[in-house]
């Protein structure tokens, strides 16, 4: 079952609203200094939502893999794809 162009948006909101909550998080000092590893995490899944959205939105899925900033998250992919 493959995704609709709606579900790929959702995906990017989603990617979108996360890192505006991790932002409005960290102009709080406090928060910033006591959680800071659990923000890092939350912008590590805006950018894996954000670009898993790319690429399911492209025409090749397989070569848009290589375009993936994230090395750990483009090195599972064409583990996945190789398997």
Do not use: K
């Amino acid at each position: 079952m493959g995704l609709s162009e709606r579900d790929m948006n959702m995906i990017a909101w989603l990617a979108n609203d996360a890192e505006g909550f991790g932002v409005v998080l960290c102009t709080d000092p406090a928060i910033m200094a006591q959680y800071l590893e659990q923000l890092q995490q939350i912008d590590r899944h805006a950018q894996t939502l954000r670009e898993l959205a790319e690429i399911m939105r492209a025409n090749r899925p397989e070569a848009a893999i290589g375009a993936v900033r994230l090395g750990a998250l483009r090195s599972e992919l064409e583990e996945a794809i190789a398997a």
